[in-house]
């Protein structure tokens, strides 16, 4: 008997969620600035945001390589075109919001 391929990594090794769901998860939480916890109320089942961070951490390490290739491609660039858009950004130290930019 021929041996057989070895099944693609999970993002989770071992883990129940699925690559559209992480990704679902990271796009909310970078894209969409959504904060985890009212993402763990989304999804429609019990998620801690521990959980939803855990998931995001493994992703972002295995975007990282696409990351650093984005960034050197960048730096080699003669302009780059910047958005300064504002945007409120909680502040707990001070408890009211500074000003952010996207």
């Not at 070895?6 to 993002?11: K, W």
């Not at 970078?30 to 985890?36: A, E, M």
């Not at 504002?86 to 001070?94: H, I, S, T, Y």
Request: with cysteine; net charge positive.
């Amino acid at each position: 008997m021929r041996g057989r391929a070895h099944a693609p990594e999970h993002v989770v090794p071992g883990g129940l969620p699925s690559e559209a769901l992480i990704a679902q998860v990271i796009v909310s939480k970078f894209g969409d600035h959504l904060p985890f916890y009212p993402q763990a109320e989304l999804q429609g089942v019990m998620l801690g945001q521990a959980t939803l961070g855990n998931w995001a951490g493994r992703a972002c390490f295995h975007l990282q390589p696409i990351a650093w290739h984005l960034c050197t491609h960048l730096a080699a660039a003669d302009r780059l075109f910047m958005d300064e858009t504002a945007a409120p950004v909680l502040d707990p130290g001070r408890r009211r919001p500074r000003k952010g930019f996207f």
